[in-house]
C-alpha cells in the first residue's frame, strides 16, 4: 500500500503575509474585532502613539493575548508566551509580536482595575446588539479556589492552639539553653537553638497579629497567602477560594455582570447583585430570580420594594421537594392574626411565650405540655414531654409567605424552569471548557479581573454561535461608527 508522506525540505510558495493563514471566518477575527470596538479611554488604558520614551507594547495587542487567551483555556503567562511562537492564530492576533512571559505577566498585574471593566463593556455592547433584554434576570454563585492553600488558613481556635504550642516549645527551648550552659558551655548545639528560639519568637509574633486581626474584623478565618479569601466549603470539600457570582439574561443566558465575594453562601447576595446588574443596564429589571441558597427574606424585600418580581424559593419550600410533608408540618397549623396564636390539628393553642433577637423569630408554645404528652399523636407531632409542641415564627413571616406563593404562581414556575439551562451554563463551560479551577491572581483586585475576563470570554463564544464570525464583526463595525 502506497502511503502519504510529508517532506520538511520541499520547496514551496508560502503565503506573502501573516494574513493569508488564518481564514476569513476564523473565530480569531471576532476576538480581535472586539477589543478594536473596547473604548480603552474607559477602561483606563493609555493609549497614546506620540508618547516620549522607550517603545513599548500596544495596549489593545496586548488585551487581545488575554481575551483570546483566556477563550482557549490558555491563561498563564507562559503559555502565552508559549503560543506566540507555535500558534497561527496567536501570532495572527498580535501581527507576529512575541512579548516574553514577563511583560506579558506584568501587563495583567498592571491592569486589574481596566479587566474588571471589559465584562461591563461587553455587556453594553450586548445591549445595543440586542442581545440582552434585561426584563428576567438570574442570579447564581459558585465556589472557585483561590491561589493559596488551605494549610495557611487561620482561625481564632487554630491560632490559639498554635501559640500555647509555641510557648511550650520557647519554655523547653530556654531550659535547654540553660542546661548547655552549666553543662557544655561552647558546644556548637548552643547556635542552633538559639536560632530555634528566634524563629520560634517570630512565629509567634506573626501568631499573635492574625489573632489580634482575626478579633478586630470578627471574620471566621484569615489566609497569610490571600488575606481576602476565606475557607469555602464545596462539593470538592474545603479549600480557600472565593464565591463567584453571576447575573444571566434571559434571552441568550449572556452574562451581565459578575462579582467575587469572600462570603461561604449566597444569603446576602440577592440585592447586591442584581442591582450591580441593573446599573450595567441603566434599567430596572422586571423579574428576578435566584436559587434557595438566596432565600435570605431581608435580600427579597429590599429587591420587591424596587418593584421587581421576586422569584425565590424559601429553604422549606426546598425541602418538600426533597420529603413528603407530614400532616404535623408547621404548614398544617392554623394561625390566628387577632389572637396571635396557632392552633394545632387538634385543636389546641400555641401561645406567644417569647422572642429569640438573634434569630429574629417568635416562639409558641401549648400553654400545658401535658396536653401535647397525652395526645395520642405524641411521638409524630413532638417528642417533649415537659413543654410540649414549639413553633417558630419570623418575624417577617408574612413576607416569607408572600414570597413563597409568588414562587407558587404558574409564570413563576416557568421562570424558574428555566433558571438551570440559563445561569448554570456559564459555570460549566468557564469550568469545563475553559479550565478555570483557581485564580491565578490574589486579592479581591485580581480575582475580580479574571472573573471578568473568563466571564467575557463566554459571552464572546455564545456571540459567535448566535450571530455568526463574520456577523459579530460587521455588528461590532457598527457600534464603532
Known sequence: MAYKNGNRYQISLLPSSIEDYISVDDPVRAYDAFVEALDFEALGIEIDEEKVGNSRYNPKAMLKLFVYGYSYGVNTSRKLEKALHHNLSFIWLMGGLKPNFKTISEFRRKNKKALVKVLKQCARMCIKLKLITGNILFVDGTKIRANAGIKNSWTRNGCEKKLKKIDKRIDAIILENEKLDIEEAGDPSLITMEKELSNQKVLKTKMESILKELQETNRHSINTVDCNCERMNSIQGTHAGYNVQNVVDEKHGLIVNTDVVNDNNDLY?????????????????????????????????????????????????????KKEVSEFDKENFLYDYEKDCYICPMGHKLTYRFTRKKKKSKAYRIKKGYLCKNCPHFGKCTTNKRTGREISRLLNEDLRIKYEKQYEQKNSQDIYKLRKQKVELPFGHIKRNLGIRSFLLRGFEGVNAESSLFSTCFNLSRMITILGVTGLISSFSKIMT
Open 269 to 321: 447576595q440577592f440585592e447586591k447583585q442584581i442591582s450591580k446588574a441593573n446599573e450595567v443596564l441603566e434599567k430596572k429589571c422586571d423579574t428576578a430570580c435566584g436559587d434557595a441558597g438566596y432565600s435570605k427574606t431581608e435580600e427579597l424585600e429590599k429587591v420587591d420594594k424596587k418593584n421587581i418580581k421576586v422569584v425565590v424559593p424559601s429553604a422549606r419550600q426546598r425541602h418538600k421537594e
